[in-house]
C-alpha cells in the first residue's frame, strides 16, 4: 500500500537504509525432502530454472504520472533493466525512456508535475546513490546532483509545489546530509539549510523545513522545531534508546496543521497518533496489540490518513475514509492473496494495484475508482505460470525464554499431502535467516524460498528477538545479543522443526546475507554441530572491524550500533564484540561454508569476508569464497545473482542431498571471482574450465 503521498514515497527507505539490510537481493528460503522420498516426489515437479526466479522481470515496478495520462514500469532494455513508459489508454505501446548500460535501474518516480521521470543510480554497488531526470517530452537526461561521492536523500515533496523537492546532499561533509531545493525541470539547486549535527529532517507540503532530528545521549532522539530555516536549540519532543527504533515521525498534513506519529513511547508496540502542531494535543488513531503500526494511505489533496497497516504474520488493512474502504473491499473480492496500491492519481480516480497470488507469479492493475473497472496491467514473470509454485506457512514458535518468534515455513512440492503445513517425511531445511538485523522477514511470494523448496528443502525464516515490527519488548530483548540470546533463537526454531518432524537433526543448513551472514558465520562457530553447513551473504565476521568501517553517513547514528551491539569506546563493550565475533573462533569451523561478497560494499566491507577466509586458511579449514567486484551489499546484476544461486543450490546439493540444476556455462556472464575452494562444490572446477 501507498504509505505516503506521491513525491514522498521515494527515497527515503531506498537511500536512508541504516543497519546491515540487503538492498539489491531479493533472499528468501527454501525447503526439502529426504533420500528416496525427496526424488519421488520430485519425478511430478519440474526443476524451475533459476533465471525464471532471478533474472530479469518482464515488467515491475508498475505507476501511473500524477495526471494520469502515462503508465511507467521497469523492464529489460538491452538485458538491463530501465524506465518505460506508454499512455494510459494504450499500454503495450511502451518505449524506454532511459539507457542504463550496466547496472540495472531499481528505484524510479514521476515528477509530482508529470513532465519528467526520476531515477536513482549508484556506482558498482557503493550506495552512492545520485538523481537523474528524464524529460518526458524531449527524452533529455539531467544528472539532476552531479556529485562524486554524495548520497542523495528526499527531504520532502509537495502535492501543491508541482516542480520542485527538497533533497539531503552530503557533498560539503559526508557525514551530513544538508538540505537543498531542486527545480526538476531547471536542474537549479538552492541549499535552503546547512547542517553539521542531524542525521534527518522533515518538511510540509510547503517545501519548509518544520523539523531536524537529532542522536541524544540517551541513545534515542530529539526532535527540534525549525523555525524561519533555523534549528531550535532545544527538543520539543524526544525518546530515549528504547523507543528510537520504534517512534518516528509520520508526516504532517497538507495544510501543515497535523502531525502524524507511529509512537510507542508508553506502551510496547507502536500505535499511530495525529498531533495538533499549534497545542501538541494528541488524538489516537490506531494500535494493534501484537504488531507495530506500519503503513498508511492518504488523502493526495490533504495528507490525512484514510488507512493504515499492522503487521503480525500477515498484513492486515483497516480503512478509516469509507470511500477507501469500499475500494479496498472491491479489490479483495477480485484479487486472490496479497494486494497493494503502488501508484495513485492527483485526483485519486486511478490507482495502480500490486497482487500477490503466492502460488502464483505476481500482477498488477489499473483499477479505476470512478469506472469500477479492474485491468490487467502485467504479470511480472510470466513465465513461472504454471510453476511448482509452493504457498508459506506463518508459524509462531515458542523461544526457550518464552518470547513467541513469527515465521515463515516453505515446504518442497509433493511432500505435504494432507496440506496442513508438515512434511510427510523429514526433509531437508534450510534455515534462512533475514538482514538488519532491525528488519523482519514477512509473508508472500519470495523467490529464494520458491528456489529452494523445488530443489528439495524446507525452507524456515524467523523472526528472532531485534526483529522490527513486533513491538519495542520484543526488538529491545535483542540490545547486545548478537551472538547470545539472538542466535538462541535460532536454534530454538531448528530443534522446533526438528521436533515437529519437519527435518532432521544433521539435515539443517543456514544461510542468509548481511545480518543473515553473520549469523551463518555465528552458527559454524559458535554452534558447530548445529549445521549441516552454511551459506554466508555479505556478512560481518569481525563486530569491532564492522564498527569501525561504517559509512559516513552513518555517524549521526552511530549510537546506535554501540547501544545494541556494544560499544567498542568502553571495555566492556569491546569485550562484548570480540566475544560475538565468529572470526576469532574460525578454528571451531568444522562444516562446509560458502561465502559471497560484494568488493564496494560500503556497510559490511571486504575486508570482513577476507579476513574470515584467511583465517580459516591459516588454520587449513577448507572454505569456498565468491567475490563480486562490480557488487556491494548484495548483487544487483541478474548475471551476478543468477551466479551466486547457481553454486549456492550446487553447494546445497552437496551437503543436503537436494536437487540442484547443473551450472553450465553460468559463470560466463557474470563477474564472479572464484578466489578460494572451487574444489568443494559440485561442477564448479568443470565451470570453471568450460
Request: with cysteine; charged share 20%; hydrophobic share 40%.
Amino acid at each position: 500500500m501507498t504509505k505516503r503521498p506521491l513525491a514522498t514515497r521515494l527515497l527515503t527507505t531506498a537511500l536512508a537504509a541504516t543497519a546491515l539490510a540487503l538492498p539489491g537481493m531479493a533472499l528468501a528460503d527454501h525447503h526439502a525432502n529426504d533420500g528416496t522420498t525427496m526424488h519421488q516426489h520430485h519425478q511430478a515437479a519440474p526443476l524451475i530454472p533459476r533465471d525464471a526466479l532471478f533474472g530479469n522481470p518482464s515488467r515491475a515496478g508498475g505507476q501511473i504520472s500524477p495526471d494520469g495520462k502515462w503508465l511507467s514500469w521497469l523492464a529489460p532494455k538491452d538485458g538491463v533493466l530501465n524506465v518505460w513508459m506508454a499512455p494510459v489508454g494504450n499500454p503495450d505501446g511502451g518505449k524506454p525512456m532511459t539507457d542504463a548500460k550496466d547496472r540495472p535501474i531499481r528505484q524510479y518516480f514521476w515528477s509530482p508535475d508529470s513532465q519528467s521521470l526520476l531515477y536513482i543510480q549508484d556506482k558498482g554497488g557503493d550506495e552512492n546513490f545520485l538523481l537523474y531526470g528524464v524529460n518526458i517530452a524531449s527524452g533529455k537526461e539531467t544528472t539532476l546532483t552531479p556529485f562524486e561521492k554524495t548520497r542523495v536523500l528526499l527531504i520532502g515533496g509537495s502535492e501543491s509545489i508541482r516542480d520542485k523537492i527538497l533533497v539531503g546532499l552530503n557533498n560539503r561533509n559526508p557525514q551530513y546530509h544538508d538540505v537543498h531545493l531542486l527545480n526538476l525541470n531547471t536542474g537549479e539547486l538552492t541549499m535552503v539549510l546547512q547542517n553539521d549535527s542531524y542525521a534527518g529532517f522533515m518538511a510540509d507540503d510547503t517545501l519548509t523545513v518544520r523539523m531536524a532530528m537529532r542522536q541524544n545521549a540517551e541513545g534515542g532522539t530529539d526532535y527540534f522545531r525549525v523555525v524561519d530555516g533555523k534549528v531550535e536549540a532545544e527538543p520539543f519532543s524526544a525518546t530515549a534508546m528504547e523507543d528510537s527504533l520504534t517512534t518516528n515521525p509520520a508526516g504532517y498534513t497538507n495544510d501543515g496543521s497535523i502531525l502524524y506519529w507511529l509512537d510507542s513511547r508508553g506502551r510496547n508496540t507502536a500505535a499511530l497518533y495525529a498531533e495538533t502542531v499549534a497545542t501538541g494535543e494528541r488524538t489516537l488513531i490506531a494500535e494493534n496489540d501484537k504488531a507495530d503500526i506500519g503503513g498508511t494511505i492518504r488523502d493526495p489533496k490533504t495528507g490525512v490518513v484514510e488507512a493504515y497497516s499492522a503487521t503480525y504474520l500477515k498484513t492486515e488493512w483497516t480503512a478509516t475514509d469509507p470511500e477507501v474502504k469500499a475500494a479496498l473491499e472491491f479489490l479483495g473480492s477480485k484479487l486472490d492473496g496479497e494486494f497493494g496500491v503502488q501508484s495513485r492519481t492527483d485526483d485519486d480516480g486511478k490507482w495502480i494495484v500490486w497482487n500477490d497470488p503466492l502460488i502464483a507469479p505476481s500482477s498488477t492493475y489499473i483499477y479505476d475508482r470512478k469506472a469500477g473497472t479492474l485491468n490487467h496491467f502485467y504479470t511480472s514473470r510470466p513465465e513461472l505460470e504454471g510453476a511448482p509454485l509452493q504457498p508459506m506457512h506463518p508459524v509462531e514458535i515458542a523461544s526457550r525464554d518464552g518470547l513467541t518468534l513469527p515465521s515463515y515455513l516453505t515446504l518442497p512440492p509433493g511432500s505435504d499431502a494432507d496440506g496442513d503445513g508438515k512434511p510427510d517425511h523429514a526433509v531437508p531445511m534450510v534455515l534462512f535467516v533475514h538482514g538488519g538485523p532491525w528488519a523482519r522477514d514477512g509473508y508472500g511470494f519470495n523467490t529464494v524460498h520458491q528456489m529452494l523448496a523445488n530443489r528439495g528443502y524446507a525452507v524456515l525464516s524467523v523472526n528472532f528477538r531485534g526483529s522490527t515490527g513486533f513491538g519495542k519488548d520484543f526488538l529491545n530483548a535483542g540490545n547486545l545479543q548478537w551472538g547470545l540470546k539472538m542466535h538462541d533463537d535460532l536454534i530454538d526454531a531448528t530443534n522446533w522443526a526438528v521436533e515437529q518432524g519437519i527435518t532432521g537433526k544433521d539435515k539443517v543448513a543456514i544461510m542468509g546475507g548481511s545480518y543473515g551472514g553473520y549469523a551463518t558465520l555465528a552458527g559454524l562457530t559458535f554452534t558447530p554441530e548445529a549445521f549441516a553447513c552454511g551459506v554466508d551473504i555479505v556478512g560481518p565476521s569481525n563486530l569491532e572491524t564492522l564498527l569501525s568501517t561504517i559509512p559516513p553517513y552513518w555517524a549521526p547514528l552511530v549510537k546506535v550500533f554501540h547501544d545494541r551491539m556494544g560499544d567498542p569506546n568502553t571495555e566492556e563493550g569491546l569485550a562484548l564484540l570480540k566475544a560475538a565475533s565468529p572470526l576469532y573462533k574460525a578454528d571451531q569451523i568444522t562444516k562446509p561454508l560458502l561465502i559471497a561478497q560484494g568488493a564496494n560494499d560500503p556497510r559490511v566491507k571486504q575486508a570482513e569476508s577476507d579476513q574470515i577466509v584467511g583465517a580459516m586458511k591459516k588454520a587449513g579449514i577448507p572454505v569456498t569464497y565468491v567475490l563480486y567486484p562490480d557488487e556491494g551489499h548484495g548483487f544487483a546484476k541478474p548475471t551476478n545473482n543468477i551466479a551466486f544461486f547457481a553454486i549456492a543450490e550446487n553447494f546445497l546439493a552437496e551437503c543436503l542431498g537436494g536437487r540442484a540444476e547443473p551450472l553450465g556455462d553460468v559463470l560466463k556472464p557474470s563477474t564472479a571471482q572464484i578466489l578460494e575452494g572451487a574444489e568443494h562444490v559440485q561442477g564448479l572446477e568443470e565451470a570453471l574450465g568450460s
